[in-house]
């Protein structure tokens, strides 16, 4: 399988704290996206990393890529009780195919 | 704005019966996919559509058909339902890279 695995498979942390979440893949990729699933709802897109980048901001979230590894890191700073949600890695390996391949997920709890 | 829509909500089947699922955007994007979600397997793709008229099977296509006949549409359907279908399903769309996701089916086999 060409699945992305996300590390760790839940995290628990305070409000106010950072968050760092880890995806590892197998084979060389286009790009590397992460969504965040709500309990119940659909996934929202937050962030994309292309195989050229090596890091990007958006907001609280940084994301890094490490092509060499085969890894990146989503780091949510401040985090807040409304950060609580699954958050998921998700490969492109062919460019232009727009299909991608989910990992299973960091399930993320943010405490007031 | 709908974005995407999906009905059922849930719905309680009973195996060896036939149900689609339906998936309608109204952003004109090309690309169409359909997705499972299980507890501890993540999202795996089932099937998509790149384009109005062109399907393609994904990771998990056995015992799922879809079908594009235009732009907007993308039904999933379960031509003999088993109890392993049982799964929460996600239609999505894009244009381009970022994918938009529907607010999913749960579906339960029986």
């Known amino acids: 399988s060409q699945q992305g695995e996300e590390d760790p498979q839940a995290l628990s942390i305070q409000e106010g704290e950072n968050a760092t979440m880890n995806c590892s893949y197998k084979?060389?990729?286009?790009?590397l996206q992460w969504y965040r699933q709500n309990s119940g709802r659909g996934l929202v897109h937050l962030i994309l990393?292309?195989?050229?980048?090596r890091e990007k901001h958006s907001g609280r979230l940084r994301v890094t890529l490490d092509t060499s590894k085969k890894s990146s890191s989503l780091l949510i700073t401040a985090s807040r009780a409304a950060d609580t949600a699954s958050y998921f890695c998700?490969?492109?390996?062919?460019?232009?195919?727009?299909?991608?391949?989910f990992g299973k997920g960091t399930k993320l709890s943010v405490i007031p | 704005i709908a974005g995407i829509t999906q009905a059922p909500t849930s719905q309680i089947l009973a195996a060896g019966r036939r149900m689609t699922l339906r998936c309608t955007q109204d952003?004109?994007?090309?690309?169409m996919y359909w997705y499972r979600q299980d507890l501890g397997l993540g999202l795996r793709l089932i099937h998509y559509?790149?384009?109005?008229?062109?399907?393609g099977k994904g990771e998990v296509p056995d015992g799922y058909s879809v079908s594009r006949a235009n732009t907007d549409d993308f039904p999933l359907t379960l031509a003999s339902a088993v109890p392993s279908q049982t799964s929460v399903y996600f239609c999505?769309?894009?244009?381009?890279?970022?994918?938009?996701f529907g607010p999913g089916t749960r579906l339960t086999v029986l």
């Open positions: 952003m004109r994007h090309n690309a």
């Open positions: 998700a490969t492109e390996f062919r460019a232009g195919s727009y299909q991608l391949t």
């Open positions: 084979t060389s990729i286009n790009n």
């Open positions: 559509s790149n384009t109005a008229g062109t399907t």
């Open positions: 990393i292309r195989s050229n980048e």
């Open positions: 999505a769309s894009s244009f381009g890279d970022e994918q938009f």
